[in-house]
T-cell receptor
């Protein structure tokens, strides 16, 4: 049982390049989330999904797109990377998405945009 | 709208001393509160959560937190710090408003001195 895994762990992009971050969970969770973590700002929600085939915007969605084609996978895309997107990205999942539900986090992807 | 404030971005204690990490929340409806811990180069993991049952919540690794409605606080404590407690700690608030909404604080980094 691997929990939540993220690929890749590190990536360096040039401004304008595109990339996709992959998140996979093996806990059969319905809800999945993408956050970014910046110093002094905690975690901010980018996009989330309440089930296969559904996605919704979070707090800071601009410049990102997501897809949930399979229940176990949640992809985060950057179409044209900008230096402001330099951050650590965390994927998380939860069973039901209720307010008391625990979120399970992946190890993170450290992205640098030059 | 709800919010979370963690007082002190850095806290330093000696090994064996009391750990106190402060969290205050703001919410117009009854909140659910969480403490997550992030060890270096890892994702967040749940320490404990308050879900409106007991106001004193015990978590893993000897940590506990007390929900005080009158003070709008949910401070995290541990009687005796261990070197392995060095990490970043995040307080989070979630409310049941029919939509997904969990807000994370900015985090407090705990240093433990030998």
């Amino acid at each position: 049982n691997a929990g939540v895994t993220q690929t890749p762990k590190f990536r360096v992009l040039k401004t304008g390049q595109s990339m996709t971050l992959l998140c996979a969970q093996d806990m059969n969770h319905e809800y999945m989330y993408w956050y970014r973590q910046d110093p002094g700002m905690g975690l901010r929600l980018i996009h989330y999904s309440v089930g296969e085939g559904t996605t919704a915007k979070g707090e800071v969605p601009d410049g990102y797109n997501v897809s949930r084609l399979k229940k176990q996978n949640f992809l985060l895309g950057l179409e044209s990377a900008a230096p402001s997107q330099t951050s650590v990205y965390f994927c998380a999942s939860s069973g039901s998405g209720t307010s008391t539900d625990t979120q399970y986090f992946g190890p993170g992807t450290r992205l640098t945009v030059l | 709208a709800q919010s979370v404030t963690q007082l002190g971005s850095h806290v330093s204690v000696s090994e064996g001393a009391l750990v106190l990490l402060r969290c205050n929340y703001s919410s117009s409806v009854p909140p659910y509160l969480f403490w997550y811990v992030q060890y270096p180069n890892q994702g967040l993991q749940l320490l404990l959560k308050y879900t409106s049952a007991a106001t004193l919540v015990k978590g893993i690794n000897g940590f506990e937190a007390e929900f005080k409605k009158s003070e709008t606080s949910f401070h995290l404590t541990k009687p005796s710090a261990h070197m392995s407690d060095a990490a970043e700690y995040f307080c989070a608030v979630s409310v049941n408003t029919g939509g997904f909404k969990t807000i994370f604080g900015a985090g407090t980094r705990l240093f433990v001195k030998a």
